[in-house]
């Protein structure tokens, strides 16, 4: 039983070894001489300016909020639109309903100014 | 699947349909004049009232099972929809009171009731789990709704975090079930069981966490550490509707999954729900003793009572007193709902703009200052400790007969014990309105003394007459899902 | 090749209490958040197993079902505890639990 398994591990293996040879490899050939520019963290790009860790504003928060509900919806209407050609009239129905629903989230976000951008 | 499956849904649809349209609507009624949302959920619910009436006595299953329309279910679903007109009346005032009126606050109420008329009506661990969150995310949103004042906050914070942490059990638990019956809808699960092809383990642990999962919502020991902060920290006209509405709708899927649905495995869960019942009677009225603050005091009640409606579940596992049983503990969910509503109704009188007057020590002098508010008071207080003439003492009563009639004797004398024991923090609340000399500043606010009133008369008149509840709980019982 | 359910339930079993264990050590409020995510999303592990031992049986889909439902739910809490938390952070400047304590008693 234990047979598929030795597959899986040995795949493993195969994974952990290739990289490792080639970082390893890279350690142990590559010449050395460091500079202060070399070692810096940016390769290309402009150096950050103040704090890395700055707060977002508020606004923020809630769009990504709202976009995570919408996003999640979508786990029902996929089912819906798969079957779409096999269901019954109610059925439809139902699915419009859902959306609706959600259009009166999305109507009463809307009004609120969640979704306009300052 | 026909049109008569939606019928059955009807109240459910009313409210949650109503919620939403009115979540529109209320964009554009001005600030000033959020009154009109509380009076247009007023009338969506009384719509959802007509709804339960027309279709009272009907006994059919919807939608392959998943909805269970039978007595139980029309009989809470009244008793959360009273509870309901009485919360958004009670709440009216104090929102302008406190300044945090806003249409959202009727908008997730009525969400939140909808949950609970999912719930009294579930027939499938799918709707249970569903009617859950439903009930619970629009409390934790409206436990939120006095943010940014600090208690507020650390109120909803936990009862959040608590919240969906019961929710995870509750849904494990579900999932194990699921796994050893092979169904997750009732009656598929009574089959199952009696047929014995289940794994019992599975059955075991699942509906230990369905136990731990639900002891959340409604306050069981131990599973009770979040009421007291909760209970404090909200604003107070939701904590009384949480009181109230939450913990019925939690025994609601307790009844309904235990009663009906798990009675094959009763010799799993009697001894657990004996043991929760037991401790969660006297722990809740010990720690109820030492509480200056109204809230907190009437939060452990709270708990307390909890106990006393969890005693119906280990006298249920007796199949000849089942029937019985549900019975005694709706009449104590009613009991439980008139004398709390009117107990936090009063609290929410007293209490002060800021958010003080809240302490047990304000009340005194209330009895010269407001003689009937402070009479309606100490009818709520013996209604809660069960003495006569009041409906506390007739459920307490009809509970414990049950309890006895099912050779729990020592379970029984607990109850009452642990009442005695109640009697001391209860009563001192009508010593100190009474008997102590003070100036207490008191609300007086057209509805909310309406709603005190209907539940003060409610408690008194049950009490001396309960025939017309009982006649009306004597012809509810649970749909036999076994056929 | 086909894993057993045993193997599947034992790995939603660990995670469960992975989750449990992260409630009830971290102090962080989203830390916190985050373990209940994983109770539910091991409830969902479950749920498959489950479905996937009772396969050919019509009921098998009431778990498919449910994991859709667990999932949907499990975002609504992600809507209402994270805006809660925002809330929080916005007046309290933190968000560790045990600094939200002033209710004794």
Not at chain 1, 81 to 109: N, P, R, S
Not at chain 2, 403 to 413: F, H, S, T
Not at chain 2, 432 to 447: C, H, I
Request: net charge negative; glycine share 8%; charged share 10%.
């Amino acid at each position: 039983m234990l047979e598929p398994w030795i597959f899986i591990a040995l795949l493993l293996g195969a994974g952990m070894l290739l990289p490792g040879v080639t970082i390893v490899a890279n350690w142990l050939l590559a010449p050395k001489k460091p500079n202060p520019i070399k070692q810096s963290i940016y390769e290309c790009g402009i150096e950050t300016v103040g704090e890395t860790y700055i707060q977002l504003k508020g606004g923020y928060y809630i769009y990504a909020l709202i976009f995570v509900v919408f996003d999640i919806e979508a786990v029902f209407m996929f089912p819906w639109a798969v079957a779409f050609d096999k269901l019954q009239l109610y059925m439809v129905m139902e699915g419009v309903i859902f959306i609706l629903i959600l259009a009166a989230g999305l109507a009463y976000a809307w009004r609120k100014g969640v979704l306009e951008w300052v | 699947m026909d049109w008569q499956d939606f019928l059955s849904v009807l109240p459910f649809i009313i409210v949650a349909g109503w919620a939403t349209i009115l979540l529109l609507v209320d964009l554009w009624i001005p600030a000033n004049r959020k009154g009109i949302t509380a009076g247009l959920a007023v009338l969506g619910l009384i719509a959802a009232i007509a709804a339960v009436i027309s279709r009272f006595g009907i006994e059919r299953e919807a939608f392959d099972g998943m909805i269970i329309v039978d007595g139980f279910s029309s009989f809470l679903q009244l008793l959360f929809l009273g509870v309901g007109v009485i919360a958004i009346a009670q709440a009216y005032d104090y929102l302008r009171r406190r300044d945090i009126e806003r249409g959202e606050y009727y908008i997730l109420l009525l969400y939140s009731l909808s949950g609970m008329l999912l719930m009294a009506s579930a027939g499938d661990l799918i709707v249970v789990f569903l009617a859950v969150e439903l009930l619970s995310i629009p409390l934790y949103v409206l436990a939120a709704f006095a943010i940014p004042k600090a208690d507020s906050e650390e109120s909803a914070l936990k009862y959040f975090l608590l919240g969906a942490f019961a929710s995870g059990f509750l849904v494990y638990g579900i999932a194990l079930v699921f796994g050893s019956t092979g169904t997750t809808a009732l009656s598929g699960m009574v089959a199952a069981i009696e047929s014995a092809e289940t794994t019992p383990i599975l059955l075991l642990v699942g509906s230990g966490m369905i136990l731990v999962g639900l002891g959340f919502k409604v306050a069981a020991v131990p599973f009770h550490m979040w009421t007291p902060d909760v209970y404090q920290g909200a604003p107070t006209s939701v904590t009384s509707f949480m009181a109230v509405g939450a913990k019925a709708g939690g025994f609601a899927a307790l009844l309904r999954i235990f009663i009906s649905a798990l009675p094959g495995a009763a010799v799993m869960w009697m001894p657990l729900t004996m043991w929760i019942a037991a401790l969660t009677m006297a722990w809740g009225n010990i720690a109820a003793i030492s509480q200056t603050n109204i809230k907190r005091m009437l939060a452990y009640s709270s708990i307390a009572h909890a106990g006393y409606i969890f005693m119906a579940l280990p006298a249920a596992a007796t199949p000849e007193v089942a029937p019985e049983a549900v019975r005694a503990a709706l009449f104590y969910l009613v009991t439980y709902a008139i004398t709390n509503l009117g107990a936090w109704g009063v609290v929410l009188a007293m209490e002060k703009a800021e958010g003080s007057g809240l302490e047990i020590e304000d009340y005194s002098g209330l009895g010269k200052k407001r003689p009937a508010l402070a009479l309606a008071m100490a009818l709520f207080m013996l209604s809660l400790t069960g003495i006569p003439p009041t409906v506390g003492f007739m459920g307490k009563f009809y509970l414990f007969q049950v309890v006895i009639d099912a050779n729990l004797i020592w379970l029984a004398l607990v109850g009452v014990v642990t009442s005695l024991i109640s009697a001391y923090y209860y009563l001192r609340v009508i010593v100190v309105m009474y008997m102590r000399d003070g100036e207490p500043e008191v609300r007086s606010e057209a509805l909310l003394n309406s709603t005190i009133f209907i539940t003060a008369f409610g408690t008194f008149f049950f009490g001396i007459l309960p025939g017309f509840l009982l006649k009306m709980i004597n012809q509810v019982s649970l749909l036999d899902l076994f056929r | 090749m086909n894993i057993p359910p045993a193997y599947v339930l034992t790995l939603s079993g660990i995670l469960f209490a992975l989750g449990v264990i992260g409630v009830l050590i971290r102090r962080n409020a989203i830390v916190i958040f985050m373990s209940i995510e994983l109770m539910l999303n091991s409830a969902n592990l479950a749920f498959i197993a489950f479905a996937r031992a009772l396969a050919p049986a019509q009921e098998a889909l009431r778990g498919h079902v449910f994991v859709f439902f667990v999932i949907a739910v499990a975002a609504s809490e992600v809507a209402v505890g994270l805006a809660l938390i925002v809330a929080i952070f916005r007046s309290k400047e933190s968000i560790d639990v045990d600094e939200v304590s002033s209710l004794r008693g």
